[in-house]
């Protein structure tokens, strides 16, 4: 019995030597996986959004897996360093790092050099989903609907300014594509995150904010500030009042600040399928959805490869705005 336990550690050893120096790959690599704790690179710091939905998805993962996720966060320049980490990483399906529109749309289309491919250099697993962007006015603002604003702000171009969490933020761009879209001039007011935004916006001293949902939450809820559409497909059972930018004919504007799970490219699909399988049945699992819901989340439901397509849509998508923008990387 000893010498049966100890042959099948050595065998799993073995297994697990190949699949790292990619001399084992398909069903036998996909089957042995996990034999150990997989690394998850969250390249942010403690506390956001992307680190919220690195771990709530990996604990519940980790269960189905019988293995455990080990959270490192490695934040820098914008996320780049975590992820850039993970692009160079070994393909044996152990370390994943929590991407996103911020680190594989908007931050290569920053730099003048990027130092990956954000869609060649990983294997994309599975989208988590992200909290969807609300343009919210201050209480002294006259505009009660978003077409009355958009209607004020013609008539009187220098007139709004509107503040985002920072330059080449997706509030910023978001705030951006609203202009170019509407043919309308606002000022951009970049802070260093989206706290002072908000708080200068409920206390009237900025007259609009384009920002997530959850950072506003609060203050739209307790009706400090005025919310005029927010960028899911659908009204939020928790915001009936909040109309969509795409009810109000503008399709252009429905975006959601997504994060997701990625590897570096070359893992094996078998591992990826299987990954990718359990991120959806742990999104859709009831307490993690309960925990999504108030954000106003939309659990992903991308397979790998419409994920990966996503990916670079979006990369197209937001480039050309970046461009635009003038948004360089510091």
């Known amino acids: 019995m000893k010498n049966s336990r100890q042959s099948k550690h050595l065998w799993s050893g073995v297994i697990v030597l190949l699949t ?13 996986w996990p034999s150990k704790p997989v690394r998850l690179i969250v390249p942010f710091g403690p506390g956001g959004s992307a680190d919220t939905l690195g771990r709530l998805t990996s604990s519940k993962v980790g269960e189905y897996l019988g293995q455990s996720f080990v959270i490192e966060n490695r934040a820098g320049a914008g996320g780049m360093i975590g992820s850039d980490q993970v692009a160079k990483s070994a393909p044996d399906g152990y370390t994943y790092v929590v991407s996103g529109v911020a680190t594989h749309a908007v931050a290569p289309a920053m730099m003048a050099k990027s130092p990956f491919d954000p869609v060649k250099d990983f294997s994309h697993v599975a989208l988590y989903g992200g909290p969807p962007l609300v343009f919210a006015v201050s209480l002294g603002v ?22 985002s969490p920072g330059i080449g933020t997706h509030g910023h761009l978001f705030g951006e594509l609203l202009k170019q879209i509407n043919g309308i001039e606002m000022t951009h007011v970049p802070y260093k995150g989206a706290a ?16 997530t949902l959850t950072t506003a939450s609060a203050q739209i809820k307790a009706n400090r500030v005025r919310a005029l559409a927010i960028s899911s497909t659908s009204r939020l059972p928790d915001y009936p009042d909040v109309p969509t930018f795409r009810e109000l004919g503008f399709a252009d504007l429905v975006a959601v600040t997504w994060f997701s799970i990625s590897g570096p490219a070359g893992i094996p699909a078998e591992i990826v399928t299987r990954l990718n399988s359990e991120v959806r049945r742990a999104l859709q699992s009831p307490e993690v959805k309960e925990k999504l819901r108030p954000e106003g989340i939309e659990p992903g439901t991308l397979s790998p490869k419409e994920f990966t397509d996503f990916v670079a849509a979006e990369y197209k998508r937001w480039a050309p705005v970046v461009r635009a923008s003038g948004a360089k990387a510091e």
Do not use: W
């Open 196 to 211: 002072g935004a908000v708080a200068d916006l409920s206390a009237g001293h900025l007259p609009a904010i384009s920002s």
């Open 142 to 163: 006259p505009a009660k609907s978003m077409m009355e604003f958009i209607a004020h702000a013609k008539t009187k171009p220098d007139a709004y300014s509107y503040g």
């Open 20 to 32: 790292s120096a990619g001399l084992l790959s398909g069903p036998v690599a996909a089957q042995s």
